[in-house]
């Protein structure tokens, strides 16, 4: 079966395109500087991090077996990935009959386009959106705004972002490097609040409750992302804590749902093996508050729902990664547990990534996604501890593909010449037994000396050691030497 999805040469994105799209993505050493500096931001890091942690590895205690749980929902991945076409096909098929729209979008401009249009032709001036990852892969945002429409975000760590003015910097708690007081004050400068007591963290979420009610009230046009897209009835499901996705998708005439085309899976039942583990691993709940199916605009029994609905099928070089070694990459759920276990991600943050995806999935998909050269900094925002690796629920070897991104940084000359020049003089070194024993006895001198490695530091390591300082060394002797010293003593 032919998948009609898959881009010519003519659509992929160009070189031009493809630096736009990747943001900072190419900064990542000098953002993730700023970030360790920012006090309010390692305060709200710290306080978030122990949460996650602690809620996911109850939420998978309380359960019988959380193993049987993720091979069930691997296998589902392992499966629709192997049919992706058939799946595809018939989950538009499924969609046309219940009276909606499919459209295939090879780039994130397409998509773009493809809603505009919508748009444009209903007359749209108010939008709302739903939570959709897709849509912050694609600026389309910014794209609505340049048109004269009204967007708003109503998830609220969406929404105070929005108002912010600043990316997601985590892919399920968007708005998690924000403290409360900074949301306050937030609110203060763009909501007409007079003296309103807003301390409470209850009175923030009444506040922007009372904002976006008016908004959902207003829209012409809904635009939500998906979870899951299922083939054998052509929906589209959602899930959220805070119930915005219902609202964004059945008050307006429209409902536009936008997701990648990995999101397909055969059917019910593969979706509820998927769910089982996607809120525990993400959130630590055993189920999220709303779980909702779209499927279709309303029949006319139907009290509510929009006139029209339409599926947007995003590839953006997912089909690419189908049959390569990356693959492993589109099972998954985007649960966001690799992020809260990470030592990288934890210590600075989302928006150093650069790109709409941080923390290991992250550094795996931009550079996928975007272009090595345009992010050749993130497979190196790893201490290869594995954990991310640990928590997957969908067991993706994330440490695994970061060294094959290094291995292909290294090939294409990517890496910095220092960095390349010092692998190779390494491997050519520890190839020569005798040069090596005589390396080691000399760092071992230099190490013992204070005098000398001070002089290390300070000018031939200089942005090594920028931020460590070399370990001072006390030992008798290199370890070959200390092996032998107690091989013989043994004999003896
Ligand atoms: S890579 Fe795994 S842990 Fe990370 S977001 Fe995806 S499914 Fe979750």
């Known amino acids: 079966m032919v998948m009609h999805y898959k881009p010519t040469s003519q659509e992929t994105p160009s070189d031009s395109e493809l630096k736009n799209s990747s943001h900072q993505a190419l900064f990542f050493k000098a953002q993730s500087s700023d970030a360790l500096l920012d006090e309010t931001l390692q305060e709200a890091l710290k306080k978030a991090k122990g949460g996650f942690i602690e809620k996911r590895s109850q939420a998978i205690a309380d359960v019988e077996s ?57 007359d749209a001036k108010f939008v709302t959106k739903g939570k959709s990852m ?41 708005a998690i490097h924000k403290t409360r007081q900074q949301v306050e004050a937030l609110f203060r400068e763009t909501h007409d609040l007079g003296e309103r007591d807003l301390d409470k963290i209850s009175a923030l979420v009444d506040e922007a409750r009372l904002q976006l009610r008016q908004k959902f009230l207003d829209a012409d046009v809904g635009i939500t992302g998906a979870n899951m897209l299922i083939a054998d009835t052509g929906s589209a499901m959602l899930v959220t804590n805070e119930g915005n996705g219902d609202l964004t998708a059945t008050l307006p005439k429209v409902h536009i749902v936008t997701a990648s085309i990995e999101k397909v899976i055969p059917d019910l039942e593969s979706a509820s093996a998927i769910l089982r583990v996607l809120a525990r691993s993400a959130t630590g709940q055993p189920i999220t508050s709303y779980t909702s199916l779209f499927s279709g605009p309303r029949d006319i029994e139907d009290l509510d729902g929009p006139d029209e609905f339409h599926v947007i ?57 975007t272009g090595l050269k345009q992010s050749s900094d993130l497979p190196n925002a790893s201490t290869f501890c594995g954990r991310c690796e640990e928590v997957c629920p969908m067991g ?22 220092k960095t390349r020049f010092s692998l ?20 071992r001198l230099i190490l013992s000396n204070s005098t000398l490695t001070h002089f290390f530091e300070k000018h031939l390591f200089t942005s090594w050691y920028n931020s460590k300082e070399l370990p001072k060394n006390h030992s008798k002797g290199t370890f070959m030497e200390q092996y032998k010293q107690n091989s013989k003593q043994k004999k003896k």
């Open 66 to 122: 959380f193993d049987s749980y993720k091979q069930q929902a691997q296998l589902v991945k392992n499966h629709t990935l192997d049919h992706l076409a058939y799946y595809l096909t018939q989950f538009e098929e499924n969609v046309v009959k219940n009276g909606g729209h499919v459209h295939w979008a090879s780039t994130p401009e397409q998509l773009n386009n493809i809603i505009l249009h919508i748009c444009e032709r209903r």
């Open 134 to 174: 897709i849509s912050e892969e694609a600026n389309l945002n910014e794209a609505l705004e340049a048109a004269g429409i009204d967007v708003t975000e109503t998830d609220l760590g969406e929404y105070i972002i929005q108002l912010a003015k600043e990316p997601p910097s985590h892919i399920i708690v968007p």
């Open 313 to 369: 099928l995003l590839d953006n070089q997912r089909s690419q990664m189908l049959g390569s070694p990356f693959e492993e990459m589109l099972k998954c759920i985007k649960c966001g547990a690799c992020l809260n276990h990470c030592p990288v991600y934890s210590a600075v943050g989302g928006h150093a990534y650069g790109w709409v995806y941080p923390g290991p999935m992250g550094s795996v998909l931009t550079p996928l996604m």
């Open 424 to 443: 190779q003089s390494f491997m050519w070194t520890i190839q020569h037994p005798r040069l090596f024993h005589w390396l080691t006895k000399m760092t």
């Open 396 to 417: 993706i070897p994330l440490p695994e593909l970061l060294r094959q991104l290094r291995n292909r940084e290294h090939e294409e000359h990517l890496t910095p010449w």
